[in-house]
């Protein structure tokens, strides 16, 4: 069905199960997260939806510093690379 000998293939078939695979780490983390910050939620239960934009926007932080980190070590290794 798939020519596995090429590489466009290879590439996308690896990037659908990675892509599923980070889904389901990020769905656990998200359980973990979420039950450490239930006691929070109930203290400051009138925050109301406002303690969702503020879930979601920490969230978002910490993965844009985490594909930033991710590059600038990607960054660090091609630098180094090309110097040898």
Known sequence: MFNLKNPKVERLI???????VWMIVA????????SILV???NKFA???IIWYLIYALL????ALLIIVSY???VDKINDEKDKD
């Open 14 to 20: 690896e990037v659908v199960i990675w892509s599923f």
């Open 27 to 34: 769905l656990a983390w998200n359980g973990f997260i979420d």
């Open 39 to 41: 006691p929070l939620r």
């Open 46 to 48: 009138f925050l109301g």
């Open 59 to 62: 969230i978002t932080w910490l």
């Open 71 to 73: 590059v600038h070590i």
